[in-house]
Structure formats: structure tokens, C-alpha cells
């Protein structure tokens, strides 16, 4: 295996499988995150990666990986979906979430959920069960609800630390506080008071390729703190967020939304590799050092393809990411001087 220079992270590991995860960019500096802090996020990763990684072992597909490694992390208070979500002006959390298929190109996605314990498993079931691609606010909840997905009170998704990031931030613009939400307690485990302040967003993703040649891109976010009017980043929108054809690559990204949006930075990676020919790593690195750059946007992606070539990228200060293949060890990174 070769490795690429800081920003670029990977190489080709050429494999019967492999899978890359990520837990979100933003300001992550070495001298932020207290030795305890640190490991966390490594352990947390490292359960991720293995047992994505453990399905595609057993012959499953990437897209179970995919689903299987995201729930882990929306479930993981340490990070911006699920049960680590921020909360919008309003307090609520409101979570985003797709997933795509490579082999099929059948997508799901949803945006505005806030009773779905695992969006990931709602933007599936949407693809899945559904005649459509996209469910947003109540209609999605009804719809996960309908499909026996497991459903939560919304204090479920409570963080102390999110909380106080809201209050802050509506401070420095003049905004009034809500009243915490109902079911609201205080810090409530260790991984919750070990977690960092990455900054207003975050989100998580993963991209698979299993024994059969598929890839699979999946994404989950709770967007960015103290959003208003309905705000819906790039997380749930496809080709934005996240993209996935066996015709060139998956792809998930993370970072400000907007500008993924205006780029279309998944499906213009993977359109780089299938129509100009590029190496994957060239094509997240065109897209992310130079576009993304230049646009004025920041965050980054991971990817793979059906050959088994995997690569991230990230124009941040750190990117928590992992990647594990056949064959190959699992290699975990938060900052840019990591492998």
C-alpha cells in the first residue's frame, strides 16, 4: 500500500472488499483533544470499521455494511447524527439521512426526522418500500412508523454539550433561547462528556464494496447547529451527500452543505472517475483541494471503488475516519499528519 500526502489519505488497496467510514470535518487540532478524548474517537471508529467490516467478511452486501456501520454511529453520542445531534433555533433535532445502492442506483433519503432512532434505516426502508426516493418532516416519521422502524421520544436524541453549542450560538446572534426539550436530562454517559466540539456541523458516512463487486454510500447528519426555516443540507440529497455506481466509485462526504449542493460533489467525483478516467484519489482530490477550495467550502469525502481502490480527502484541519479492507489492517485517522 502507498499512501497519499495529508489531505489525500489512502492508496490503492486492491481487495475482495473494503469499507471506509467517516465521523465528520471541521476544526479538529491535535492540541484540542485532551489523550482521553482522542482514544475515544479512535475506539468509536474502530467498532465502526469492524463491524462493517465483519459483514462484508461474511459475504454480506455493501449496503448492509453500510447500514450496519451508520446505525453504530448514530447510536455513538461522540458524533452529529442520531443520538449526538445538534438542535436547530428551535431546539429540536432534526436528522437527515441516504442511502444509495451502486449495482441498482435505487436510492433513499430523508431530511426533518426527529422520531426515527436510525434515519440510515429510514432512507433504506424508503428505498426499499417505497415508490419514492425522498421523505421529509412529519411524512417521513409517519411512513417509519407505518414500517415498524423503532421509534423514539425526541429527548432520546438529547446531548448536554449539543445543547449548550445551541445556546451559544443563538447568543452571538441575538436569538432567543427555547426551553429544553421535553425528556431532557443532563450528561448522561462517558462517551457524551468525552466528545468535542467539531464546530456548528457534522455528519457521518460510510462507503462499502463487498465479495460480490458492489459498492454502497450511505450518510447521516443533524445538520448544523441553530438552523432555521427548514434548513436541509447536502446530507439527504443524492448525489450531493452521498452517490453510488459500479460504473465508477461510492462516495460520502461531510462538511458545509451548501457548497456540496452547488458542486454536486459526490456524483461529480464519481463522474470523474467514470467519464474522465481518473484515479479515485486524483478525482476526491480535484473535487475537494481544488473546486470544493475555491468555491469558498470546507469538510471532505471518503470513497471507494468497485476495484478496490479506496481514498478520502478533506480541506479541514482533521476528518475522524477509518478504513479496514480485505487483507489489509484497519488504519484510523483524525488529523492530517495521520496516515
Known sequence: MTTADAAGATSPTLGDWALVAHGGAGVIDRADLKPEQEAAY???LARVAQAGAEVLRNGGSALDAVEAAIR???DDPLFNAGRGAVFTAEGRNELDSSIMDGRTLQAGAVAGVTRTRNPISLARAVMERSEHVFLAGAGADAFSKAHGLEQV???YFFTERRWRSLEAELRRQGLPIPPRPPG???CRDEAEALAHDEGKRGTVGVVALDRHGDVAAGVST??????RWGRVGDSPIIGAGAFATNRAC???ATGAGEYFIRLSVARRICDLVELKGLPLQAAVDQVVQ???TALGGDGGVIAVAPDGE???SFNTSGMYRARIADNQPLVIGIYKDDP
Open 184 to 186: 431532557a436530562g443532563a
Open 153 to 155: 421520544e425526541p429527548g
Open 290 to 292: 481544488a473546486e470544493l
Open 310 to 312: 479506496i481514498a478520502w
Open 222 to 227: 443533524g445538520g448544523t447547529t441553530a438552523k
Open 42 to 44: 479512535r475506539a468509536a
Open 250 to 252: 461510492a462516495v460520502s
Open 72 to 74: 453504530l454511529l448514530e
